[in-house]
Structures are given as structure tokens and as C-alpha cells.
């Protein structure tokens, strides 16, 4: 399950800007990547030591550093230091608690979105934090471990596919973002299934497990709506955003993007609308077994233990019971049996509860 | 059912502006039609080579190029290249997962809109999604599959019936729009006879068959709103767009337009509305019945558990029972079974449980 | 009931501003009766060729033309050519479909309000469309049928009391609403009285067919607040409007007209909450008489069947039963049944069933 | 209980600025007291010809007018025609309907706010308007009948205590509003005593009754909040009022009183939240304990019916059965009884329902 | 239990600005502590007599005057007199029913908010009202007792640890705000952790207990909201204050600020989101076992009653039944039992009861 909140005992007390890992240690060491691309050419290679990015800062060509494992807050520290990023922008990159958000600066903009996933194994939702760092000619992005959801934009570079090599370190950060909310779709296709799966099953056969995976799918609704929803704000921000760091060029892919955002909220909504639908009629359906259950009971009961009365009447032993040695009483408490017994039966078909 | 989102996945994962095509191909071949009028005359022709529409763009008459059909992405692309749209909304007009949306470009506006019908066999909703570009001279729209709700629009330009001949290609793109927004009150039509139906039965005869019912209707209006609640929205921004494609002598009637979409979401609301009361009454009549069904079985078992243990008691076969012997005991026993049930009959009849 | 929306198939595929009738023919036949007055004098006359009206609109005193019946549309059509109200008007006059609103035109306002009334015989609530047109020196206002709450109104001309005389149309115009929103109160203190007399039956004596008043209440607040609701954004336009067509010295009347629709919507709203905990508290007593049904159950059961059972084993035909020969067996039996009936009922006590 | 909306049917159709009483009339007789003061002197006295107090209106000195009862309009009237207080304002007055408002006239400003108590008997919510009329040196109040909250405000007029006698009348119409807000916490102190009392019995005890005492809460909450929510508007008004009236030095002031209205408003709704997690609760237990008391049914029911049947066989009186004359078959039967009630004793252990 | 409204009996009826102490009185003498730096120097004493701080004022270095204790109104009045603080503000800063606020004046802000901390004894959330007087060289800040957050704080002062001994006052003030919503944190992660179990319990062993637990649960939920919901409103008004009190450079850290402050509020709603989820389940699941236990009773009710009756028919003295003497009979009967209740296990098998 995806927690509800990281422990962060550990920040509590230091003074602000202080840079301390907050979440799961979700790798084993620091893997930086840079693409260095302008339209002309690309540069691919992996950096082992920090200090090597710095130099990037001030080419003309455009940088996309991709660091994946955000624990080791000394790395985080020394790009900083280099791309003077505020410390309070550091504190948040390490801290996973973030929730989507912008946040602009004087030369670059600080960015967080969450990129999400389906665990194979247990189909529960994994949530990475991915921190972008937006400046004029650089983009830097913080993942919590290896794989994510980049592989095409990183092909689209490589293969000069599309016009990202002759745009802006802008058009960089907006195809991240992209990827990211078009892997949504992915998620929410699953969810789609699951929903319509258990739609047939609700109505069909209302078995307790139902319950159990309306429950889960509610809360995996709960968590993808807090990923989400505030993304709408955060990008509606950057189309607002004057700064120089957003073309206006770049604007109208965003626009795009948000489109995108207002899509996948639109989806949770009905489907959260859906789920709230079938817990109802779960509920309803468990009713009506119920009801069925009692008057299975209620007809059994209520046609034999009359009966039985009789007979008991019969099998008591006083001495004086002329009926008993009547010849035609035996016979007749049959007739009176079967009488009653049809009689009820009778009333039961009248109620329409057979 | 609606599909709650298409499959999308051969896109992702594209560069932006990429056309391809997701949603059910819904018809095998694409069919464009155009209407070439002005004031004076009216031509009307199918094209089998999209090529011959480009001349259409230059000529002062107005024209609406119908395209029935948008899996096929190169006549999209040939056309989105010609009318020079730009490539996110060729990417949106192909995508059948949009919501009603409206984006202004330099040259022409790009409206999404939801076209509703009700399939004849099965009783459901099918959505069908039509693009609309309003530049100044033309209209182009696109849908998913022959047969749309333009019928009386095409007579009205055949015939020069109303002032559709003399008004620009705003007007034409309002006469559509009106036409498609026209359409959902006779979808509203049939849920209210649903409705009213439903109504009917769950007060005087609550069968679990209802409930499914009650479960449809309510993702029917789930699936509507999800379909018109963003054309307020998008009208609205129509009303306020201050490009010169939108004249100010068709505003009076996209006020009109927005009326009746109020209209529908005011309907729609009110239907939510119901079909919520609906379901509490339901749920209250299953407890009731319940209740019924309880107190039948309470009755009998009440009256008889304890007559037939005094039956019991009499059935014993205890040598030293001097009741037995003596010959008013037998009459007495029945005296007591009468007095007992009859006591119990008066205290249920008390309880007004009968 | 109230319809939840008029067929309106007819009118589907019409040009826009065709005027085609939408609803139910309430009248035989159309009466449009004339109100000509000044502070100096008032003339009085029921008019049978539409034309008459015309001359109207040249003279300085104030005109009231009522037309009672809108399935003509020939005469709203005459009547709009001569004043010179736009198609879309004429349209919205005679489809009753319309939610309250106001628009503003060059020359005169357009306003729909709905008029309610309850059914003496039935008891529904009967919504009727009122439509006004507000010029500088007249109000046309459109009835589905004869019989309004305009009584006090035209007395009030016709006797000159009050201001009303010396006032213009716009004030004429705040009158008719004034009456018509007046009107909804007594509609609310009949609802209130209903809403009382279930509120004691729901906690004293909560029937199934509460159920059934509870669920018609529900509708009703729903269509009520269908028709009220968009009336609080219709008069603050009025009040916002800076036409010449209501003066200064009329908002102040329609600053209390506000005022009463808020009322209106504030005690509809509270209704709705209360109806919504009376449903509550129903299903809840509804569980609460299954619980005690069930404790009936219970108890009866609980204490006999285990009695019977140790009867039925006196009651067994073994030939070596040794206690059956004994003398003390059978009194010892019945101080067992005594002591586990006591016991039993102990328990139940102990638990608070009892 | 609060009346939902008073009678106000001898109202309707008169015009507009009727003065005519709508309520309960809760008092023999009216009666005014006068209140004038300045920083130096007061003076206090009763007034039974109302043309005594026209007099105030020139006099430098702050004057407050208390009017209690309202039912004898043409004393309203008359003052409303000395203090040249608008019709519609008198109307208002005398119509116990309103909800809090303030309104803005030229040389006056008019509020409406609702002063609260329980009735110490039947522990009712009572609800009494109070009218507000404050002029650049007077204040007006009206109320229904006498007794109020505003003991505290005259003794620090008498005696000098605090700043009253020293600030203007806006400052003495705050006090009223701070007096009647203040007096609103002791209201709520009351209910979070209910609040409290019924929350340790919904769960330590949930007896019908605590239903019918949810409810009325629950009413009490609905009328408390239609009387308190639109205060909150009225004293945010009163704050951005730009008129002369509300001195820069009275607003300090009046947005503490802002501040306490949402600190009741908060509590309202904390309550309200509250109430409803009750009925929650109330309800699972019910579920709750009637589950409890069918686990006791079943549990004697499955164990002793089948043993009951056991028994019967061996009561039948076949000549042929073999077993009965064994002398072994009797203690076998007790063994079959006590294996069949332990093994079924067992069965229901380990479903934990024991 | 959280105390929903603090008594303030003693209030009422007094002059606004009265410093009256509403709450309980948590300490028993009040406890002033001074820290008075600046980059250079620290000093850190107490003060036992108010009038030592009132040279603080005048000082150019930072003074943070805190006050442990403000049931004693005499110190926290003269230590407004000296501060020249409004009476409203010390009235509110010792009634602590405020809700968090910020409110400005000429020469200091004064805020409100809420510390919160869990008993460690009872598991209950304990609620302490802070207040700030943020001047232009001095914090004061007031506490109900001794024991709060700000250790950290201190030690940062006193070890000169970040930037805070070179920043203002309102850097001051700041770092109190963020240690009180850093704590807030701690708290969301010991309710995460309830959360957890609780869930985990309510699908596996659903308990009547867990009602109770979820119950305090949304209890606490209520009172946190009710604690951190306000502090949004607060701290974007510090955001957007303008006075010279809060610095440019302050501004960043208050966004940061304002950032958890959202994120705890959005870990609230979810919160709040998941026990209404774990709600639902219960009450299913409640029904679920209650179906179950019913088809238990019913399968045996069923199955034995009919069995029983066939029993009594044979255990009927009557003299002429003709089947008692034949020697097949019996072993018949024994089939008719095997039979009947084999069929019906089929049923009940077939309706998947079992």
C-alpha cells in the first residue's frame, strides 16, 4: 500500500534549507546522466563524479542532467551549491512528503510531480517524486530510483525525432511532464478494468471479496487523486508564469498538457463517482440476499411448526382422548396437515414470496 | 456500456502532434462531404481525394467539410497540413478520449463536442466524439462514423430555409453545435420516461431486478455529465472570445446555446437528484419487506414453539403422570393451547405487528 | 407529478427562432386583456384581434398586455413583429421548458420567472411558465392559462393604491414578480405543514408509507428549487443592470424582491435538510422495530425449543428408560423445565432484551 | 420548536412597503425605552406616546430607542415617519421572517440579526428578530418582546464603565451585536453539553431514544446555522461599508465581532460534523446488536433442533423398531446428544461467534 | 477529549477589550523567559517581575519575551500597556477559543495558532493556543503552560545553528510557526499508523470495537481540521502583507511554510477520505456476517423442522395407523429423513449457502 505519510522525525528541529533524505532508500547509489544536445549533436554519457555537471551550466547547448536516487544529500548539496538552488528547493527534492507544485525563482523554476506505477507482483500503486529543476538553458531532474518513464523522450533526443533538439531546455521539461501524465492513461487503463470487472461482478454474484476490492480501489482512487489534482494548479501556473524561463512557443504544448491533467481528474471523478455507485449496490444486493435468506427460513418454519403442534397434540398420552381410537381421526388429521400445509403455501404465493 | 477511456497505448510515448488514432474504429472507410454555398447558390459534393478540398479554403463562399471517419490519419494530416492546423489538434481530433474543449488559434477556433445517441438494440448510450474547426470561411468537422444529427442543418442550406445562407461560417458552426446540444433534450427525453418508470415500480413493487436498473441509469447520467458539463464552459468562453471569428450577430445565438445547455445540466442534475432519492426508497422498502418477512416468521414461531412444548410435556412417558388419568386434563390442555395462542395473537396484535 | 421535461421533438431541426409550442396545451383558447394606465387615469379591456395592442406602444401612459394561452404561436408571432422582439425570444416564450432567466435585449428585457401553484384535488405542486417583456412603456406578459396571482396586482392599479400608478413600467414589471415570488411562500407553508406532521409521524409511529410522503416531499423540494434557484442570479442582473429600463428608484423594490428569492431558497434549503434527516431517523426506526421483532424471536425461541427438546426425550419409547419408572422423575423434570426457562430468562434480562 | 415560516398570508398582495406584522405576537403591549447619552450625563426613561422620542433625532447627545414588540404597526409607522425610515425597512421590521441582512439607506444603515435563547422549560431553541436602525446619532432596535441580552450594554451606559459613553452610535449598535453574538457561545456551551452526554450513550448504550434526541439536535443545528450563517456576510459588510456611519475607529471592533461569528460559525459546523458521525455510529451499532441477538437464535436453534429431532425418532411408535428394546440404545442416544451439542457448540467457537 | 468550547460564562456582558482568561488553567504560576541576541551575543534569563522586560523594546537586538501561563491577566495587561498592545488582541490572546488568525496592526502582527501534541497517557489530542505579538524588533509569545515545541528553536539561538541569529524578528516568528506545523507532521504519522491498523482490522476480523476506534478517529480528524484549516488563510495573509514587519527575504521561508501547512491539510482530507472508506466496509461487512449467521439458522431451521414433523406424525397415539405395525415402515421413514434432508442440503448447496 502506498504510505500515507513518510517519517521525517528526523528533520524536525533543524533550521530551514536543511537538506535531509525524507522516504524509502529506494536505491543503492547515485546514478547521474546528462544529455548535452543542441540541434546539431548529442552527448550521452553518465557522471560519476558530481563536480563533472558543472561545466554544463555555462555551454550553449542544452543540458538534461537525470539524477536517479535522491538519499545521498551530498550530491544534492554540491549541484545546489553549483546551480544555486535555494536550500529550502534542496530540502524539498530529498523530501518526499511534496505534493505537486511550483514554485518559481529568480533563475529557474522548481517543479514537482509525482510519476506513478503499477507493482507488477502486488498491483498496488507505487508513487516515485520526480523534482525538476527548470533554468534557462539546463533542466535538472530528481528521481527516487532507476526507471522511469522517459525512455521515448530520451529516444526522441537521440534520434533527433520530433523538434525537441531545436527547442528550449523549456520544451525538455515540458516532454518530461508530458511523459508523465500520458503514463496516467496507462494507469488509469488498469484501473478501467479492474472497475468493469468488478461492475459485472456486483450485480451478478456479490460475494464478500467485492468488498474488499471496492475498498482497495477507493483508496487507490484516494491516492492517485492526491498525485493529480494539484498538477492542474501547477501547470496552469506555468501557463501563467511571465518569466522568460516559458516561451511562449512552449505555451501551447503546455496547454496541451493541461488538457491532459483535466482529463485524468475528469477519469478519477467518474470513476470515483462509479465506485461510490457499486458500493451501494453492493450493499443493496447484500440486503436483498438477506431478505432471501429469511423467507426461505420463514416459510419452513412457519409451514412445519404448526404441523409439528399437531401431531405433538396427537402424541401426548392421556388417558381419555376419544379421538385417538376413532377410526377416520387418523385420516383426517392427514387431510388437516395437508390443508394447513397448502393453505400457508398458498398465502406465501399470495405475499409473492415464492 | 461507454468505454470509461480508450486504450492509448500505441501513443504513448510519441513525440507531441503525433496523429494517431485511439477509439473504436467505428466505420471502414473515410467519406468526406462538402458544402460549398453562399447567399446565392449551393453546391454539394462528395470527395474521394482529399486534395480537392484545398481549393475550398481560397474561394469567398463559405464551406463545411464533413469528414465521417478519423481512424484513417494521413487524409487528417493531408488536411490539417492544407487548412495549416497545428499538429496538437490533429492529435486531439484523432483522440477520442478528449472532453469538450475549445482552443483559439491565430486562424481558426478548434471545438470538441460530444455527439449522444442511444443505440436502438440495447438501450445504451453511445458517444461519439465531433471536432469542429471554425476558421473564417470554413467549417471542417469530424466524426467517428456515418450518420449525425445534421440532417435539418443540410436542409435548412439546401433549401435556404432561415437565414443559414446569408450568415458566415460562425453561424454554421452555432447551427451545429445547436444541433448536436438539440439532440440531448431527446436523449433527456427517454431517461425521464426511464425515470418515471422506475419511480413507479419502486414505490408499489420493489423488485431486485430495480436495483440493476437504478445502477444503469445512474452511470448513464454519469457518462452524460461527463459529456456536457464542460460545454458550459466551452460556450461560454465562445461567448467571450473577442477574435473576429465569432461575429457579434451570432453571439445573440451562442447565448441562446448556452441557455439550453444550463437547460440540460439543470436536467441532468435534477435527474442525479431523483435516481438518488430513488435508491434510498429502495433500500428503506428492502428493510421494510424484511421487516415483514420477520414478523410472519416471529408470529408463527412465537404461537406454536411453546404450544407444541406443552404437547411435549404431555408426550412424556413418565409412569407416575397422575394428569394423565384423570378425564378433565385432556379438555383442559386444549383449554390452555387456546388461551396461550390467543394470548400471544393479542400481544402481537398490540405490538401492531399484525 | 410535475413533467420533468416537455417533448419537445417537434421543434428539433427547426432553424433557430422558429416558434414552435413546447408543452401542454393548458387552455382552449388564447385571452389577451389590456391594463392602460397613468397616475391620471386607467382604462381596463380584454382585446380579441391582436392588432389592437399595436397602437399601444406610441402612447405615453403604461401598457399591460397579458396574453393567457401560448399555443398560438400566430399571435406571439404578431405580437413580437410589432414590438419588435428578436426570434429567439418569441422561441423561448412558448417553449415551457425554459429555467428562470433574464436577458437583455436593446430595447426591452426579457425575464422568465415560474409561477406555482398546488393542485387543490391532488395536492402537486403545478408549475406554469410566466414570460415578460419589460420596454420603456409597456410589459407583455405570457401565461400558459388563465388564473395567476396577479389579483392584488391589477386591484392595486385599478384603485390606485399604492405608488404603483405614478410609478413606471419597470416598476409595473417589479410588481408581477413581486407577486409571483410572494406567491412561493404560501406554497413553502404548505410544505412546512407537511413537513411537520410527517416529522411526528417519522419518531411516534414511522409506517412504510411515510416512506412514500417522504420520497413525493423530496420531489416536490427538487422541482421547487429547479424553479427558484436561478431566480437569486436573475434579479441580482436585474439589479446590476444599467439600461435605462429600470430605474434607480425601482432597485430599491428589487433589492427586497432579492431579498424574499433568498428567503425563498434559504427555507427550501432548510427543508431539504430536514426532509434528509427524516429519512435517517426512518431508517433507522425501521431497524430498530426489525431488532425488537428479532428479540421476540429470540427469546420465544431460546426458551421453548430447548424445553422442547428435554420433553421429546421423555417422550422416547426405549424400553430400559429407568427414570421413566421412578416416581420423583416426573415433578423433577417439570422443576428442570423451570429452572432452565428461568435461567434463560435471567440471561435475557441480564442482556437488557427484556 | 422553531417555527419553520410564519403565516404570512394576510400579507400577500398588498404593495410593496405594507407595514404588516408576520409572527407570533409575544407581547400585551409595546413598550419604548430611551436611552440618552453623551460622555457626560445619561438619561433613561420610558415612553408611552411615541411622538416623545421625535424630538432625539436634533439632540447632539447619542440616543438608543428600544421598541419591544412590534405587533402594533402604526407605532412603527409613525416613528418610520419621523426618522424618514424607507417602507420597505418598516415592513421588514414588522415581518419576523427575515434572515440576518444589513442594508445601506442614505442616511441610515438597517440590520437584521436573530438573538437566540433556550427556553428553560421544554429546552427549546427560541429565535427573536432584532431590527437594527442606526442614524448618525440614534439607534433604533426593535425587538419581539421584552427581555434580551443587552443588560450588560445599559449598565455600561449607567455607569460609565468601558468607552461606551465616549464613542458615537455606531460604537452603541456594536455593543448590541457584540451582546447578541457573545450570548450565542452560552447557546453553544449548551448544546456541546448535549453533544457530550449523547456521544458517551451512543456508544456505551444506544437506546432508541438517543435517536429522537440526535434529531433534534440535529433541527437545533439547522435552525442555529440559518440564523448564524448570514451574519457573517452582514458584519463582513458592515466592515467595507465606506458611508460615514461606521467610524475607522468602530471597525477595529467590528471585526472582533466578525472574528467570533466564525468561531461560532466553526463550531456550528464542528458540531454539525459531529452529529452526523453519531448517527453513523448509532446505526453500526444497531446493525451490531441485532447481530448479537441472531447469533443467540441461531446458536440455540442449530444446536437443539436437531437434537429435538433425534429425539422424535425414538418417540415414534412403530411395532417394528429394533433398537428401542436394546438396553444399550438409551445411554447410546445421551452420548449421540452430547456429541451432536458439543461438536455444534464447537462449530459456533470457532466461527467466533461465542 | 478535546473540549469543544471552553466555558466563557464570566465574559459575557463585559466591555469589549476586557482581559478575562477563558480556558482551563493549565500551570499554576506564570513563567517568563527571555532571549535577547543579536549575530554578535546571546543572552538567555528569566524574569519574574513583568516591568524587567519593558527595556527590551527600546533595544536594537531581537527579543523573544515567552510567556508560559495566561490565566494571570494582570501580567499579560501591563505587558500590553508597555507594548501598547490593543485590549482585543489581549483579550483574545487569554481567551483561548480563538481559531488560528492573523490579524494586523500599526506597529505589530498578531497571530494565533494552534500547538497540538498527543497525551502520552490517553492517546488523546491535547490542543494549546499560541499566540505572537510579532513587533519590529520583538516576538512575544504567549503559552498555556510550560512545554512546547520551540526547543529546537532555542538551541538554534543559543548555538547561532542557520541563519536565525542574523535574520529580524519576523525570521523569528517564522521559525516558531514552522516548528508548530513541523509537529503537526508527528502527529499526522502516529495517525497514520492507527489508520493502518485499523484498516488492516476492519477487512480481517471487523469487531464491534473498531466502530468505536474509527469513531475517535474522526473525532480527532474533526478537531485537527478544525486546528490546521485556518492557518491556510493565516499564512497566505502573512504572504501577502505589505506592512515593513515581515521582510522580502522572510517571504520565501513563510511560502515554505505555507507548503506544509497545505500538505498537512490535503494528509487530513485523505485521512478523513479513508475512515469514511474504513466506515463503509464495516457497516458491509457487519452484513455480511449477519447473512451469515442467517443461513446458518436457516440450513438448520430447514433441514430439522420438516425432519422433526415427519418425526411427530408417527409419535401419534392414534389406535388405527396401519403403518406403525408393518415391519418395512420404519426402515422407510429412516429413508424419507435421508432423502429430505439430502434434497434440501442440494438446495441449499445449489443456492450456494453453503
Known amino acids: 500500500m502506498v504510505k500515507l505519510i513518510r517519517k521525517s522525525g528526523n528533520t524536525r528541529g533543524l533550521p530551514p534549507g536543511s537538506v535531509v533524505h525524507v522516504g524509502d532508500k529506494k536505491t543503492a547509489d547515485v546514478h547521474i546522466s546528462v544529455f548535452d544536445y543542441s540541434a546539431a549533436k548529442t552527448q550521452e554519457y553518465d557522471i560519476t ?62 517543479l514537482v510531480v509525482k510519476m506513478l506505477s503499477i507493482d507488477e507482483q502486488t498491483q498496488e500503486l507505487r508513487i516515485e517524486q520526480v523534482s525538476l529543476i527548470l533554468g534557462s538553458n539546463y533542466v535538472i531532474s530528481f528521481q527516487e530510483q532507476k526507471g522511469d518513464v522517459f525512455t521515448s523522450v530520451r529516444e526522441r533526443i537521440r534520434t533527433d525525432k520530433g523538434q525537441i533538439r531545436r527547442m528550449g531546455a523549456d520544451y525538455l521539461a515540458y516532454s518530461l511532464i508530458d511523459a508523465i501524465i500520458d503514463n496516467y492513461f496507462g494507469i488509469l487503463e488498469g484501473i478501467a478494468e479492474e472497475v468493469e470487472i468488478i461492475e459485472q461482478d456486483v450485480i451478478s454474484d456479490p460475494k464478500p471479496e467485492i468488498l474488499e476490492q471496492i475498498y482497495h480501489l477507493k483508496q487507490k482512487m484516494i491516492h492517485l487523486r492526491k498525485s493529480v489534482w494539484p498538477l492542474r494548479e501547477v501547470i496552469n501556473s506555468a501557463l501563467r508564469d511571465d518569466s522568460a524561463l516559458i516561451k511562449q512557443g512552449t505555451k501551447i504544448f503546455l496547454r496541451d498538457v493541461y488538457d491532459h491533467t483535466i482529463q485524468v481528474i475528469d477519469t478519477i471523478e467518474t470513476f470515483r463517482d462509479m465506485i461510490s455507485g457499486m458500493l451501494d449496490i453492493y450493499m443493496s444486493s447484500v440486503s436483498n440476499k438477506m431478505n432471501e435468506v429469511m423467507k426461505v427460513l420463514t416459510i419452513f418454519a412457519a409451514i412445519f411448526i404448526p404441523l409439528t403442534f399437531i401431531a405433538g397434540i396427537y402424541g401426548m398420552n392421556f388417558v381419555y382422548m376419544p379421538e385417538l381410537s376413532l377410526r377416520w381421526t387418523y385420516p383426517l388429521v392427514w387431510i388437516v396437515f395437508i390443508v394447513v400445509g397448502a393453505s400457508l403455501l398458498a398465502f406465501f404465493k399470495y405475499k409473492k414470496w415464492i
Do not use: A
Open 49 to 110: 563524479n558530481v563536480e563533472e555537471c558543472f561545466s554544463l551550466k555555462q555551454k550553449p547547448s542544452i543540458s538534461w542532467i537525470n539524477v536517479d536516487g535522491i538519499h545521498d544529500v551530498e550530491i544534492i548539496q554540491k549541484l545546489g551549491d553549483c546551480f544555486k538552488i535555494h536550500p529550502l528547493v534542496l530540502e524539498d527534492i530529498v523530501n518526499t512528503n511534496q505534493r505537486p507544485k511550483i514554485e518559481e525563482y529568480d533563475s529557474y523554476l522548481f
